[in-house]
């Protein structure tokens, strides 16, 4: 049963199909071949139950919030401002490129909104500096990925969702492992330009009175983020009235910065529809196909399969953290993520990992996933922003920082602490 669906999951991806199509056609095949009683029967009534959750309310709300920022110009004055504090270093604005990723991950909850708000951004400094152009757009498709680990992030409302895991503890233990992952993209950087000196380009020139009357231009995302994680921790708001607060905050900062207008508005409002279909439909799919995996037993057969083995739960957990990466190199990650989660998420459990700390973990591995050839996503968006040259010069780029995501990876599971001591402080 496992081996027919892993079958099929193949060869629907190698048609290149739509993902919300493999995942339907996936569970309608499934049911049609393991079960008698048609369980497609019961889409509409799956579909219901699940979309009128309060939870996925705040999908949109994040994406519009997102859509501001990049609209108002915000971001642009908050990259300007990075240039300021972190092109000092060996490295210059591969720095702040990566400093500005994390900035507005911490607003936009979305990896491919920070890897393409960034490009557009910085990009045009690759020739105007001399930069190493495949490390450069490496690290903004790096840096990008932060948007789904530094809380608010969008694919851990998704996780939570699925495995009714609190979405504040998962936001609280995505923090430290954020901070931790972007400090090695830098080191990364660091050390790539200190052997290679000629690839850190131009140094930008600055002074302490630049840097100090830049700091306005990094409040309006720090504003942002108190007010959406201030909230929630303060007991004041729940992550999906959070959103909503942030997108009022993020109206107030566009009308103060006066780029509010009705075409402003209009683009955000067609850019979140478009987004939010998308995922909303993945989503209600997925549960569907969840319903019929669990109907036909598959979800027991892995844990029969697991059990089987005999592995202890370290061994185990090896295995499907390699497992995830090499099916990351062919997969969307939020595919991968809602495909495998409801399946693998109960064994995992079931060997005693915490669900907070195994979600932050499904979150690094999406992150690999994101900048993975060959269907690497972030890749993809930074190409698409550049408008030009092969898309091997940022598959090769990603490379280096591909190794801080092994290493964050590998030091989770060592010190598991990094990522619950804050869940642990608040919540137990």
Request: net charge neutral.
């Amino acid at each position: 049963m496992l081996g027919s669906a892993v079958v099929i999951i193949v060869i629907l991806l190698a048609l290149a199909l739509p993902v919300s199509a493999v995942i339907g056609l996936l569970g309608i095949t499934l049911d049609q071949l393991y079960s008698d009683f048609g369980f497609y029967r019961a889409m509409g009534e799956v579909f219901w139950s699940h979309s009128h959750s309060y939870t996925l309310i705040a999908i949109p709300l994040f994406v519009f919030l997102g859509e501001i920022l990049l609209r108002s110009g915000i971001a642009a004055r908050m990259y300007s401002a990075m240039t300021h504090w972190l092109a000092w270093l060996p490295g210059g604005l591969m720095h702040a490129n990566i400093g500005s990723c994390a900035l507005f991950a911490a607003n936009s909850g979305s990896s491919i909104a920070t890897a393409a708000t960034i490009g557009v951004l910085a990009i045009p400094e690759i020739e105007k500096r001399r930069y190493n152009e495949r490390l450069f757009l490496g690290s903004i498709a790096a840096g990008g990925t932060l948007g789904i680990l530094i809380p608010p992030s969008i694919t851990m409302i998704l996780y939570g969702f699925l495995t009714d895991t609190s979405i504040p503890q998962l936001y609280l233990a995505g923090i430290f492992p954020g901070i931790l992952l972007a400090l090695l993209f830098m080191l990364v950087t660091l050390v790539c330009c200190l052997f290679r000196p000629a690839w850190g380009g131009v140094r930008v020139l600055t002074d302490w009175p630049t840097r100090l009357r830049s700091l306005i231009d990094l409040l309006p995302p720090l504003i942002i983020f108190m007010l959406v994680v201030g909230s929630i921790y303060m007991g004041l708001a729940t992550p999906t009235e959070a959103a909503a607060l942030g997108v009022l905050g993020a109206l107030v900062l566009a009308y103060l910065f006066r780029k509010l207008s009705w075409s402003m508005l209009k683009e955000a409002i067609e850019g979140t529809m478009r987004t939010t279909g998308m995922v909303l439909l993945i989503v209600l799919i997925a549960h569907f196909l969840n319903f019929v995996l669990a109907a036909i037993g598959l979800v027991a057969a892995v844990n029969e399969l697991i059990a089987t083995l005999g592995w202890s739960p370290m061994q185990t957990m090896l295995m499907i953290i390699l497992v995830y990466i090499v099916l990351g190199m062919f997969m969307d990650a939020l595919a991968m993520m809602i495909l495998t989660v409801p399946i693998i998420g109960p064994v995992v459990f079931s060997l005693g990992f915490d669900p907070v700390w195994f979600g932050v973990m499904v979150m690094l591995l999406c992150e690999t996933a994101l900048i993975t050839p060959p269907i690497g996503i972030n890749v993809y968006v930074v190409q698409g922003v550049r408008g030009h040259g092969p898309l091997n010069d940022v598959a090769i780029g990603i490379l280096p920082y591909l190794s801080a995501l092994v290493a964050t990876i590998g030091i989770l599971l060592i010190a598991e602490d990094i990522a619950l001591y804050l869940p642990t402080l608040f919540y137990r």
